[in-house]
C-alpha cells in the first residue's frame, strides 16, 4: 500500500530527508502496523485472512468525536464568523468536518502563533519553564495539510531538534480526511502532488454515506479502541464504492500545471528575472501570505516584563521574512530590505532551496496565500512564470 503511494510522487520528493528508508520512527511504525495486520489476519483461524474495512457512517461522526474527547483534546474545523479555523473544539456538535478549507492549517497546534515558553524574575533570577501543552487528536486534516506537516518536522528535526515542537508533534494523532477534489477555488495541490494523503495515523475517504476508515500506525490503536462500538464493517458494495471515489479523485486533480522535477533548477535560472520586480513593486508588505502558509516556520523571540523586572515572560511567536523588519540587523543593515528581494526570498524558499535540501515540496498547494494576498500573487503564477509562462505574476 505504501509502495503504491510513493510511487505516485515525484521522483524528487523520494529522494530527501523524508524517503521511505531513511525516515526510522516511519519505518518503526510501518514495520509494527505490518506486523498487526498480519496478525490479525492469523488470529484463531488458522490460515490468512483479509482484513475487513471499516465504515463511519456520516451519522456517527458526532459520537465518534464525542469518543475521542474522553482521551484528550480534539482540534478540528470549526466555523467563526462565517470562516473556518483549525482549533481545540469544547464540544463534539462544533465540528465542521465538511469545511472547505480553514483559513489557517493544523500548524498552530503544534507551533503556536504565541508559545510562552519561559517565565521568570529579573530582580530574584528565578525562572521556570512552561510546558508546553500537548494536543491529542487533530482532527480533519486535509492532504496539503499532512504534507505541510511532513515538512514542517523536516525542518523541525533539522540541525539542533527543536524539542518543544517535537514533544507535541509526537505525542498527537493525525486523523486526515482524504479530499475528492479541489476544497478551494486557488488551491493547486493537483500541480504540486500533495493531493493524496501523504501521511497520517488514521485516514478517512468520504463515501456517500460516511466514510472508509484506515488505521495506519501504531499511534491509531487508541483512536480504533476508541471506535470500536462505533464503525461497522465496510460491505463488499462499500468496498467497490472506495475504489470508486479513489479514481474520481484521480482524474479531479489531473492536469498538473507544475514540472515538478525542474522546478527547483527553473527557480534557480529565473533568480534574476526582471519579472520579480513587478511583483515587488505590488506587494503591500502586509504579511498575510506568511501568516497563513503551513509550512512557513519563522518565528521571533519576545521578552516582556513589568516595570519592577519581576514578572517576565519570554515567548515564540510567528514572525516572516515578507516584514521590513524580518532581516534588520545592527548598523542598521538590511539584507532584503525592498519587497522585490524579500518576495523572491519566499518563492526560492517554496519552489527551490528548501525542497532541494529535504526532498518534500514546501509549498503545498494549499492556495491560503492566493486567497489572503490583497494583490493577488500567487506561488503558481510565479512557479509557471519561472517554467516558461508568460501570464503576469
Ligand atoms: S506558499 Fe501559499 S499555496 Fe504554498 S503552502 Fe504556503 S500558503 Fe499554501
Ligand atoms: S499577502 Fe500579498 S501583498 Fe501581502 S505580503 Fe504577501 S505577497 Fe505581499
Known amino acids: 500500500m505504501f509502495l503504491r503511494r510513493a510511487a505516485g510522487r515525484p521522483r524528487w520528493l523520494a529522494d530527501g530527508c523524508f524517503s521511505w528508508a531513511e525516515n526510522e520512527s516511519f519505518s518503526v511504525g510501518l514495520f509494527v502496523f505490518r506486523r498487526r495486520r498480519l496478525e490479525l489476519r492469523l488470529r484463531g483461524r488458522g490460515e490468512p485472512k483479509e482484513e475487513v474495512g471499516k465504515i463511519l457512517k456520516k451519522r456517527d461522526v458526532i459520537s465518534a468525536v464525542e469518543a475521542l474527547l474522553v482521551h ?16 481545540e473544539i469544547e464540544r463534539a456538535s462544533d465540528l465542521r468536518l465538511e469545511a472547505a478549507q480553514t483559513v489557517h492549517s493544523a500548524k498552530g497546534a503544534f507551533f503556536p502563533s504565541k508559545d510562552p515558553l519561559v517565565r521568570f524574575d529579573l530582580s530574584s533570577g528565578d525562572w521556570e519553564e512552561l510546558p508546553p501543552a500537548a494536543p491529542r487528536f487533530l482532527f480533519g486534516l486535509h492532504p496539503c495539510d499532512t504534507w505541510a506537516m511532513k515538512a514542517f518536522d523536516c525542518w523541525m528535526r533539522d540541525g539542533i531538534p527543536d524539542d518543544r515542537y517535537l514533544r507535541r508533534r509526537e505525542h498527537g494523532v493525525i486523523i486526515a480526511v482524504q479530499c475528492l477534489k479541489k476544497c478551494n477555488e486557488d488551491s493547486f495541490c493537483g500541480s504540486m502532488g500533495t493531493y493524496r494523503i501523504f501521511e497520517a495515523d488514521v485516514r478517512l475517504t468520504p463515501m456517500n454515506n460516511g466514510y472508509f476508515v484506515e488505521f495506519e500506525t501504531e499511534k491509531a490503536r487508541e483512536v480504533e479502541e476508541a471506535w470500536r462500538e462505533i ?22 486533480f489531473s492536469g498538473a500545471e507544475v514540472d515538478l522535477e525542474r522546478l527547483p533548477d527553473d527557480m534557480k535560472a529565473s533568480f534574476y528575472a526582471p519579472w520579480w520586480r513587478d511583483m515587488g513593486k505590488r506587494c503591500l508588505d502586509c504579511g498575510q501570505c506568511v501568516a497563513v502558509c503551513p509550512t512557513c516556520t519563522c518565528f521571533a523571540m519576545i521578552d516582556e516584563c513589568n516595570v519592577s523586572l519581576t514578572e517576565c515572560e519570554r515567548s515564540r511567536r510567528w514572525d516572516g521574512c515578507m516584514f521590513h523588519s524580518f532581516a534588520e540587523v545592527a548598523g542598521p543593515h538590511n539584507f532584503r530590505s525592498d519587497r522585490c528581494a524579500r518576495i523572491r526570498h519566499r518563492m526560492n524558499r517554496k519552489g527551490q532551496w528548501l525542497n532541494r535540501r529535504f526532498g518534500v515540496p514546501f509549498c503545498v ?29
Open 72 to 87: 484528550g483534546s480534539v482540534y478540528a474545523p470549526v466555523e467563526k464568523d462565517d470562516h473556518f479555523v483549525f482549533e
Open 231 to 252: 464503525l461497522l464493517e465496510a460491505t463488499v458494495e462499500e468496498e467497490r464504492e472506495l475504489e470508486e471515489m479513489k479514481s474520481g479523485m484521480e482524474d479531479a
Open 365 to 393: 498547494g494549499c492556495g491560503r496565500c492566493v486567497t489572503a494576498c490583497p494583490v493577488g500573487i500567487s506561488p503558481l503564477k510565479v512557479f509557471k512564470r519561472a517554467q516558461g509562462g508568460t501570464a503576469d505574476v
